[in-house]
C-alpha cells in the first residue's frame, strides 16, 4: 500500500491560486478516501513516496532563480510560494517522508514558502519551527458534510482549534473552503461553520481563506456509486451542473457558470457578515 519510487518526472507547474507553483509530488496517492478527491480518479488506492525528495528540493531551488512570479501577490506579498502537496495529504503521510528537511529546506531559503492543504491535525508538526515559511491550509467544511464526504479525517473542530497553536509554533495558517457542495441547508451549516471560527481563532489579521465550488467528474461518481453512494446524492445534481474542459484537458462537472455565480456571491455575503477578518484570498 506504501510504495517508496523514484520521482522522474520533475515538471514544476504553475498555478496562481493557492501558490505560485506545484512542485514534483513528494507523494502520489492518499490513505485517506474523500468523495470528491481529483487525484483518486487516477490513483484511487495506496501511496507512492518519492525516495529521491532532494532531487525535487534541488529543482525546486533551480527553478526558484528563473521564477517570473511576481511580487506582491495574493499568494503572498514577498515569498514565492510552491504547493509540496497537490497529490496527498502531506499532514497524514509526513511520518512517510524526510517532512523536517522539507520544511527546513523553505526555512532556509531566503525568498521561498513551501504551502500544503490538509484535512488531519498532526501534533508532531508543532515540534518544527518554520519560521513563517510553510503555509499550512486546513480545509473545512461543516461538519456533517465531512461525515459523508471526508470519513476517518480529523474532526472540523479539532482542525479549527488547531490554527492557534500552529500559528503559534511559527506556521502560517490559512483556511481552504474546499469543496464548497450545494445542498439544501447549506447556507445554515456554512454560518454555523464560520461562527465556529469566529469563537475559535485568535490571531484574526493573519488567517486568511481560499474558496472552491465543487468540480465533480464522472469517473469518480462512478467509482461513489459503490464504494460512498450517499455521496452522489450531494455530488452528482446534473441539473445544476455542466460539463467543463479543465486546463489539463480533463472532462468534469461544474455548477452551472450563471447559478456558481449567485451561490459565490452569496457565500461571500454571509462569510462577510460572521468572518470579515477572514480575507478571501481567492473564490471560484
Known amino acids: 500500500m506504501i510504495k517508496q519510487v523514484k520521482r522522474k518526472a520533475m515538471t514544476i507547474r504553475p498555478s496562481g491560486r493557492s501558490t505560485d507553483y506545484i512542485t514534483p509530488s513528494f507523494g502520489h496517492g492518499c490513505l485517506y478516501n474523500c468523495s470528491y478527491c481529483y487525484m483518486k480518479r487516477h490513483k484511487p488506492k495506496g501511496l507512492d513516496v518519492a525516495s529521491n525528495h532532494k532531487d525535487i528540493l534541488e529543482n525546486i531551488l533551480v527553478h526558484s532563480r528563473f521564477s517570473d512570479a511576481e511580487k506582491p501577490n495574493q499568494t503572498h506579498p514577498v515569498y514565492t510560494t510552491y504547493d509540496v502537496s497537490c497529490n ?23 525568498d521561498l514558502m513551501g504551502s500544503f492543504a490538509t484535512k488531519y491535525v498532526n501534533p508532531k508538526l508543532l515540534d518544527f519551527n518554520p519560521k513563517g515559511k510553510i503555509r499550512i491550509r486546513f480545509s473545512l467544511m461543516p461538519q456533517r458534510l465531512a461525515d459523508i464526504h471526508e470519513p476517518g479525517t480529523s474532526k472540523i473542530i479539532d482542525r479549527i482549534k488547531a490554527i492557534n497553536p500552529f500559528i503559534e509554533a511559527g506556521y502560517d495558517v490559512h483556511v481552504n473552503f474546499s469543496p464548497v457542495i450545494l445542498y439544501r441547508d447549506w447556507e445554515k451549516d456554512y454560518s454555523e461553520l464560520f461562527d465556529m471560527l469566529n469563537d475559535y481563532v485568535d490571531y484574526k489579521n493573519q488567517v486568511y481563506a481560499e474558496v472552491i465550488f465543487l468540480t465533480h467528474n464522472e469517473g469518480r461518481h ?10 452522489e446524492q450531494q455530488l452528482w445534481v446534473p441539473h445544476l451542473q455542466e460539463t467543463k ?30 468572518i470579515p477578518w477572514n480575507k478571501i484570498r481567492y473564490i471560484f
Open 88 to 110: 496527498e495529504d502531506f499532514a497524514l503521510h509526513a511520518k512517510y517522508h524526510k517532512w523536517q528537511e522539507i520544511f527546513q529546506f523553505f526555512v532556509d531559503q531566503p
Open 222 to 231: 462512478e467509482h461513489n456509486l459503490k464504494d460512498n453512494p450517499k455521496a
Open 245 to 274: 474542459t479543465s486546463q489539463y484537458g480533463g472532462k468534469n462537472l461544474r455548477y452551472i457558470r450563471s447559478l456558481k455565480a449567485r451561490y459565490i456571491k452569496r457565500f461571500k455575503e454571509i462569510h462577510g457578515s460572521i
